[in-house]
């Protein structure tokens, strides 16, 4: 009995899985958002302002999460913030960030096989998942 690929089963053994190669300049943006995506801070200070309540966290919900100093918690937030994925807006002493939904399906996009006879390019066997609003 042999092991088929999930991946090859997905997409089909012979099909490429992008629609198109990345230029060069793509790829320099993309993988300076993907490397502040790559720290485990980042990517969990990332998951926490999406999903917090109304789409956007306040700095100081965000710092009691973590055992981490203050300004640590702010250097990642920086780098995500250098990086496009969220934004942030001052209100009296706070911070307030929002994830730009936009970039994350840029960047997500790029991870989804290329599926032609489907729309959102997912595989025709395989639902789409809900959109939840954060």
Known sequence: MSKQDPLAAIVGC????????LSAEQAMELSRVFK???DPVRLRLLSLI???AGGEACVCDLT??????GPTISHH??????AG???GERRGTWVYYRV???LLAQVSAVLVPAAPESPAGMPPDREALPVVEA
């Open 14 to 21: 012979c099909e490429p899985l992008a629609r198109e190669p």
């Open 64 to 69: 009691d999460v973590f055992d981490l100093s």
């Open 36 to 38: 502040a995506m790559g």
């Open 50 to 52: 999406a999903s917090h």
């Open 100 to 102: 730009r939904p936009d």
């Open 77 to 82: 937030l920086k780098v995500l913030r250098e």
């Open 85 to 87: 994925l969220i934004t």
